[in-house]
């Protein structure tokens, strides 16, 4: 009787150990983001939830970071009495995630940072779909951010 409680015993904590392993090999496949999982999962949207180390982004709108591996083509384009526009070409998952984030923060503030530096806050009006952005700011910032995305990109 001793046997088949200790054999019991054993087949429940194999199992166990099994359903484990199995269960993280399985989360490893659906979570295929580099970031950390902070206990929820993924924001709406589908977007994972990364943690940051303060300066080390030359560039967020709200949430989304836009690091140099996401832009795709980046310009500076000059306009009027020091200010410029920044034209960037984003990869397809920061561009879903931006549009994701503004479609659900219509009639929302939407901060502008550069380098931990708040530049700007505008309303969203409408969700901003599609790979091609550009953000209004002033020329010698505007510089700056395209020199940090280069330098990160090579």
């Known amino acids: 009787m001793a046997i088949r409680k200790l054999a019991s015993m054993t087949l429940v904590g194999a199992v166990a150990l099994l359903s484990f392993w199995a269960g993280s090999t399985y989360r490893d496949m659906i979570y295929s983001d580099a970031c950390l999982d902070i206990g929820g999962g993924r924001e709406p949207g589908g977007h994972q939830i990364c943690v940051l180390v303060a300066g080390s982004t030359p560039l967020r709108l709200g949430p989304i970071l836009i690091m140099p591996e996401y832009v795709a083509t980046a310009d500076v384009e000059v306009v009027a009495d020091g ?38 806050s505008v309303e969203v009006r409408e969700a901003v779909t599609g790979t091609q952005i550009s953000l209004a700011m002033p020329a010698g910032l505007a510089e700056k951010v395209l020199k940090d995305l280069n330098a990160g990109r090579n």
């Open 83 to 120: 200010d410029a526009l920044l034209n960037l070409g984003l990869n397809k998952d920061v561009a879903a995630a931006l549009a994701a984030y503004t479609e659900n923060a219509i009639g929302k503030p939407l901060d502008i940072v550069v380098g931990g530096q708040l530049v700007n």
